[in-house]
């Protein structure tokens, strides 16, 4: 299983939408997928105590990232950089195993010209660190409120082949890395 994160909590946001798009294409290829939304965490992961002790309800978002083959992160740019609740997100998780040797696949998105590369470039320093491995086939939606129409779907034919093709690409990673066989049958 991948498991496909919404990098941000906020409300409506667009990366929420292009996480509803992957997963209709991991659908389509007949891939398991699993979807965190950091919109879903628990309050009280916020707690200061957090560090320490989580609490309950955070252990589908902690057992999902342990449990997955490989981690297909969709970032926004929030200040030249990713949001606030995704760094927090990773600190709460089980150290290393959470993300020692675990495939990691980006998409970056921004309201601006370069389409979240700051915060993918941001992130693979941090899964970098932590030994996660890295596909190198990032997909980056610059000024993306023009590229999604009404109904969430992207206009341009050629992008959304795009994210297609890294789905395709970072399945056959995962399962040459894990030696695992995603497809459902
Ligand atoms: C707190 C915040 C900071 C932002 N900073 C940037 C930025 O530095 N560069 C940029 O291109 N867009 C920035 N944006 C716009 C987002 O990239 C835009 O909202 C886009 O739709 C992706 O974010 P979303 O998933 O929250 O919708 C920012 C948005 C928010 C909410």
């Not at 560090?51 to 252990?59: D, N």
């Not at 449990?67 to 709460?92: A, C, R, W």
């Not at 470039?121 to 899964?127: A, D, G, P, T």
């Not at 795009?162 to 066989?181: E, Y």
Request: aromatic share 10%.
């Amino acid at each position: 299983m991948i498991a496909l994160i919404a990098g941000t909590n906020r409300p409506e946001s667009n990366t929420r939408k292009v996480v509803a798009l992957l997963e209709g294409i991991y659908a389509d290829l007949k891939l398991p997928v699993r979807v965190l939304d950091l919109a879903d965490l628990p309050a009280e992961i916020f707690f200061p105590t957090s560090y320490a002790t989580k609490a309950g309800a955070f252990l589908p978002f902690s057992e999902t990232i342990l449990q997955s083959s490989g981690l297909h992160l969709v970032t926004p740019e929030y200040n030249g950089s990713f949001p606030g609740v995704l760094k927090y997100f990773i600190d709460m998780l089980k150290f290393p195993e959470s993300f020692q040797h675990r495939p990691v696949c980006f998409v970056g998105l921004s309201a601006g010209a370069w389409g979240g590369l700051r915060p993918v470039e941001q992130l693979q320093h941090i899964f970098g660190y932590r030994n996660a491995c890295i596909f190198p086939d990032r997909v980056f939606l610059p000024e993306v409120g023009d590229q999604l129409d009404d109904r969430g779907q992207l206009k341009d034919p050629e992008i959304h082949e795009r994210l297609r093709k890294q789905i395709i690409g970072f399945v056959d990673f995962v399962q040459r890395l894990k030696g695992v066989q995603l497809r459902l049958a």
